[in-house]
């Protein structure tokens, strides 16, 4: 039975345990069971205080992240190699087992080109190297394929599937956004079957990055193509109501998402919930 959970930038602009102590109660109410937390600045990620929330609410946390526009995976492969095994430590001290996202990668971040076989290899580098340090802390490593517009790299299912198999690495997971998927994949369940058995997390995110439900995304789609597969992970509400400017640079966001902040949580996730159940797939907790 698939989690369902949030991106912490549903509800606050910066990761910060002691202010999601205020805040998770009535989040909690929507029946979360994981909360994604992006480590901006992983030196600066509250580890402790993040742990400690969680284990008092009972919640899974994740981390996820992208890469520094500095650190491209061809030239500086050693040094993106090094900024993830710190970033993958600093997670598992926040207690999370899995640190996702852009890893392979800058988000916002093109060539122009197609990628190339030297970035190929260079990819199956970094993503073996940082499985190894997660593989030693008993931690998974996910890639998420973004769209055209913000990577040249990783754009689709098969491509990642393509990494992790040429890799071999058994803790290296997919993780596919339905926002991404709305734009590079053949469909919903076109892009889950191709993820296959490697499908470890899913954003649900509309097509607009707002309200879910309240733009142009497959849901119906998206459901039954979770249920095909027999996806049994988390499936995490992410909109971007609160966005750092290097962020929101990264991912083209230049006006508000929803016109009432509080509609993505409010509206979004009971919304998300139904379309779930009517394609008979029930989100807990």
Not at 152 to 174: K, P, S, Y
Request: a negative charge.
């Amino acid at each position: 039975m698939p989690t369902l959970g949030l991106h912490s930038l549903a509800f606050m602009p910066l990761w910060n345990p002691t202010e999601a102590r205020r805040l998770l109660p009535g989040i909690l109410e929507h029946g979360i069971g994981a909360i994604e937390t992006p480590l901006l600045d992983p030196a600066s990620y509250d580890s402790a205080g993040t742990r400690a929330l969680a284990e008092n609410h009972g919640i899974e946390i994740y981390c996820s992240l992208g890469l520094p526009a500095e650190l491209d995976v061809l030239h500086r492969t050693q040094d993106a190699a090094d900024y993830l095994e710190f970033a993958i430590g600093v997670a598992r001290k926040a207690g999370a087992g899995h640190l996702s996202g852009v890893t392979y990668g800058t988000i916002g971040k093109t060539s122009g080109a197609p990628p190339t076989m030297a970035e190929r290899d260079a990819v199956c580098r970094l993503v073996e190297r940082a499985a190894r340090k997660a593989s030693a802390l008993n931690m998974q490593l996910g890639l998420e394929p973004c769209n055209r517009y913000e990577t040249h790299l990783l754009n689709t299912a098969r491509q990642a599937a393509e990494v992790i198999e040429r890799v071999g690495a058994g803790n290296v997971f997919i993780h596919l956004d339905t926002y991404h998927m709305n734009i590079e994949e053949a469909g919903m369940a076109a892009g889950f079957a191709d993820a296959g058995d490697h499908l470890g997390y899913v954003h649900l995110s509309e097509s607009n990055r707002g309200v879910p439900g309240r733009g142009a995304m497959d849901w119906r789609g998206t459901f039954e193509g979770l249920k095909a597969v027999g996806f049994g992970g988390v499936a995490a509400l992410e909109s971007f109501v609160y966005l750092a400017p290097e962020i929101a640079s990264g991912l083209a966001v230049w006006r508000p998402v929803a016109d009432r902040p509080e509609d993505v949580i409010d509206v979004g996730l009971p919304f998300l919930r139904d379309r779930a159940a009517e394609a008979g797939l029930e989100l807990s907790p």
